[in-house]
Structures are given as C-alpha cells and as structure tokens.
C-alpha cells in the first residue's frame, strides 16, 4: 500500500512544491526521494522517481546525483536503482548513539553524583561551543554558571579541553581563535599555545583540571567519553569547591569521574 502522504496529495501535484523558494523546494524534492526508498524499502530507479514524486525527469536526475555524489545515496550492489548510501548510515549511527547517551549518560551522571555528592555535568560540543546536556546538582550550596542548554567557550572548563582534543593542530588552533573568550572569572587561559599544550596533556592523562576559570571558587574535574572509534564525544566532569580539590580529595574524585566516563564509554561502544 502506497504511504498516506503520497495518497493525499495533490493530483499533477509534486510533494515539496507548496511555496518556498527554489532552494527549500530541492532540499523537499531531496528528502522526498530519500523517504520514497525507505517506504519501498531498497532501490527505486528514477523512473520510478518521477512516476511517483511526480517531479521532472532532469530535476530527478540532478537531485539522484548530487545525492550520489555526496553518498547520500548508492546504486546496489545487484540490480537496478539506488538506495541509502554510506553519509545517511553515518547520520543513523550518530542518532543512535545521540540516544544512547541521553539514556545511559543521564543514569551515570546521577551514580557520579550520589558517589561523590558534588554537581556533575555531561556534556558534548556543540556548534564549536561546550554545551551541557545533562546536570545532576551536588548536596551542597555552590551555585555555578552553567545549566542544561547552556553552551560556554571550551577554554572556560576542563570538559571542554577534552570534548576537541581529538582535532589536529590546525583545526584546533582555527576553532580556539575563532572561539575563545575570557570567562567572568577572568581566570581562563587565553593563551592559545599554552591551551592547545593543555588540551595535548589531559588527552594523553584521561582526565582534566582546571581550577577558578569558570567559576570562582571551584573547580572541575573532566573525563572523555570515547566512542568505538576511539573519538571523545562527550565528558563527564564534577564541579568542586576549591577548598575539596585538595589531596587525598582530588585523587578520589578524579577515580570516580574517570570510572564514570569509563562506564559509559563501555555502554556505548
């Protein structure tokens, strides 16, 4: 049975062409045929394209391959058509693991805080920008600057050192310059030699430290959540007031936080 969006609509009608500009109306005709192969479940020639999206045969060719091109889409390996290409299994996995993190990552960071009984954040890059995606506030009164949704320069904070560790010089060095700024504390580093030598060291250790950079009078302590490829795709870190970041302290916080990430690594690898 055909889908009940193509039932609806129009006769002689394209799906996508209600408005718009030229521009949106490809991006619409684009999706349009991605759906139209997973409705059919495998390769759709571009015949059957314009038969059924009722577009012109030279957009369909053109939009089949620009998709192609960008392995968004793929001839099959047997027979005619094309199907979901490479790009559109890489986007998949991402939403998986995107889902898996707000789950899994939301029961660990709750575990770290009720182990350590300070705040705990996870969070992931965004934009180019730290964003926390998931906080369990700590038993006692420190009130820090960041909260759910709250994105922050990666300089400001120890996971954010971890979250674009994985760049190479040259990326790194364009996203600090293009990103940096002082943090109201005016405590971070703003040396962009010294940071990327930092980012270089917490990498290598597993965990990072900053102290009154993000807020003042306390701390972080951060670990990488590293994903099947070996990449961070996140961090989990616990903000601790100064005077609890001393030794034997610390060293029993920086155990759990990296136990933590460990964890959560292993879950969605």
């Given amino acids: 049975m055909a ?26 005709r684009a999706m349009d045929i991605l759906s139209l192969m997973l409705s059919h479940g495998g390769p759709v020639t571009v015949a059957q394209i314009v038969s059924e999206l009722r577009i012109p045969k030279s957009t369909a060719y053109e939009l089949v391959r620009t998709l192609s091109e960008a392995d968004y889409i793929a001839p099959p390996s047997r027979g005619a058509g094309f199907f979901i290409g490479r790009k559109l299994y890489e986007l998949g996995m991402a939403y998986r693991s995107h889902v898996d993190l707000l789950r899994d990552g939301a029961q660990i960071v709750e575990e770290l805080r009720n182990e350590t009984g300070e705040t705990v954040q996870l969070s992931v890059l965004d934009n180019q920008l730290m964003m926390v995606l998931i906080k369990e506030e700590g038993r ?93 795709i996140a961090a989990i870190s616990t903000v601790v007031p100064e005077q609890r970041l001393n030794k034997p302290n610390r060293d029993r916080l920086i155990a759990s936080v990296k136990g933590a990430a460990e964890r959560l690594s292993r879950r969605l690898a």
Wanted: positive net charge.
């Fill in 3 to 28: 889908p009940e969006s193509r039932q609806r609509r129009k006769p002689g009608k394209a799906i996508g062409d209600e408005g718009g500009s030229e521009g949106s109306r490809s991006v619409r």
């Fill in 140 to 232: 006692g009164h420190l009130r820090i600057i960041s909260n759910v949704g709250t994105r922050v320069p990666v300089n400001w904070a120890a996971a954010g050192r971890l979250l674009v560790s994985d760049l190479n010089d040259a990326e790194l060095i364009k996203l600090l310059k293009a990103t940096i700024r002082q943090s109201p504390t005016g405590k971070a580093v703003m040396n962009l030699p010294k940071l990327v030598a930092q980012i270089r060291k917490y990498r290598r250790l597993g965990y990072a430290i900053e102290l009154n950079e993000a807020n003042a009078h306390a701390g972080c302590i951060a670990a990488p959540v590293i994903d099947a490829s070996g990449r961070c």
